[in-house]
């Protein structure tokens, strides 16, 4: 059974910085894909970033691209989401997600496991 745990959310000034961690367990990371994904109050799931485990390829959307970075951080056994000059309309649901097949990070529907989420919010 897969289970994901995020953590690292919290509430900082537009401008600041933030790191979300998301910790796997019962997933094998040498394959398929992970990936960041949010969702704010009344607006629709959206793609943040998704990592493909075997080479380690990245993809950003364009509302986050240059601002926010992907990792594995193989240590902690952990995917990671480093987030500068955040905005307040990064304000969402931040959910950790993962799935054995790579292309389901990119698909509408995206993957097939989740966790709880954690709640990020950036005040103006």
């Known amino acids: 059974q897969v289970q994901l745990e995020e953590s690292g959310g919290g509430s900082v000034q537009a401008g600041g910085s933030l790191r979300l961690s998301c910790a796997a367990s019962g997933y094998t990371y040498s394959s398929g894909c992970m990936g960041w994904f949010r969702q704010a109050p009344g607006k629709e799931r959206e793609r943040v970033a998704h990592?493909?485990?075997?080479?380690?390829?990245?993809s950003y959307s364009d509302s986050v691209k240059g601002r926010f970075t992907i990792f594995h951080d193989n240590a902690k056994n952990t995917l990671n989401l480093l987030m500068n000059s955040l905005k307040p309309e990064d304000t969402a649901m931040y959910y950790c997600?993962?799935?054995?097949?790579?292309?389901?990070?990119?698909?509408?529907?995206?993957?097939?496991?989740w966790g709880q989420g954690t709640q990020v919010t950036v005040s103006s």
């Open positions: 997600a993962a799935d054995s097949r790579s292309w389901r990070c990119s698909s509408g529907g995206g993957p097939s496991y």
């Open positions: 990592i493909y485990n075997s080479n380690d390829a990245k």
